[in-house]
């Protein structure tokens, strides 16, 4: 592991004591928790992100597969 120091606010240094006290953890924990919580949603966010920018990118398929989606799968003309 790697040491580093960090500047917590009074009132967040207080309420980390306390979790850390409840959940019978060191605030060290605490704070390492907090930091894989933040990695696993930004990574989150950059898989979003990347999807998004695929949107509309590539065309597949005819424009009305969706109204239409019986007479592609099944070959039914019925004018529905």
Known sequence: MVRT???LTDEQAKALHELAARRGVS???LI???AERVLAEAGRR???EAARALLGRYHIGPDDAARHHDRYLYGETSGR
């Open 5 to 7: 120091q960090v500047q």
């Open 27 to 29: 605030l060290a924990e």
């Open 32 to 34: 390492r928790e907090g």
């Open 46 to 48: 950059d898989r979003r």
